[in-house]
T-cell receptor, first 113, second 116 residues
């Protein structure tokens, strides 16, 4: 089966750093994705990890440990516009159905002054 | 704009109505997806189409009927829905057949469905 866990809500202060964790148990592993979703808008792609280690992209970084089934998204220099839901998703076994992602419930991040 | 457009953005329907959701992508992708997003639940994959052929039906009730006339368009026909079907329905697209690299899914903004 597929199971992805992430915290439901987090609150952080503008200018600070926040880490959103994601743990997963899936049938096979072919990559982990982070998406950002503002209320009423499309989820938008933030990062992709398939090998262990840290991927950095501006203020956002994502880390993966395949042996631990663990990832985190690190957001630095938080801005008010970073208030959104952050979705962790795993691409499991590759089947004839192709590029299927299994999502967590999302972490609602609130950035305060 | 993500390059994936969904219409209508909001839909209210009775349980006996028939309606359709439409999705169009301008990204040159050849795989399209329907996901259901309910409050406090993970996105649930409903259907996958690769090169217009349905390759995944995730045990979706027959009151939801997808149609993919070409690689750029995807429909979800709705009939005799239940109030618990009220949710945000998200369409996404990606390249088909690629098993390496990110092959990112690009989502539309969704159609918010309310069933009375």
């Amino acid at each position: 089966g597929q199971n992805i866990d992430q915290p439901t809500e987090m609150t952080a202060t503008e200018g600070a750093i926040v880490q959103i964790n994601c743990t997963y148990q899936t049938s096979g592993f072919n990559g982990l994705f982070w998406y950002q979703q503002h209320a009423g808008e499309a989820p938008t792609f933030l990062s992709y990890n398939v090998l262990d280690g840290l991927e950095e992209k501006g203020r956002f970084s994502s880390f993966l440990s395949r042996s631990k089934g663990y990832s985190y998204l690190l957001l630095k220099e938080l801005q008010m516009k970073d208030s959104a839901s952050y979705l962790c998703a795993v691409r499991g076994e590759l089947t004839g159905g192709g590029n299927k992602l299994t999502f967590g419930t999302g972490t609602q991040l609130k950035v305060e002054l | 704009e993500t390059g994936v457009t969904q219409t209508p953005r909001h839909l209210v329907m009775g349980m006996t109505n028939k309606k359709s959701l439409k999705c169009e992508q301008h990204l040159g992708h050849n795989a399209m997806y329907w996901y259901k997003q309910s409050a406090k639940k993970p996105l649930e994959l409903m259907f996958v189409y690769n090169f217009k052929e349905q390759t995944e039906n995730n045990s979706v009730p027959s009151r939801f009927s997808p149609e993919c006339p070409n690689s750029s368009h995807l429909f979800l026909h709705l009939h005799t829905l239940q109030p618990e079907d009220s949710a945000l329905y998200l369409c996404a697209s990606s390249q088909a057949g690629r098993t390496s690299g990110a092959n990112v899914l690009t989502f539309g903004a969704g159609s918010r469905l309310t069933v009375l």
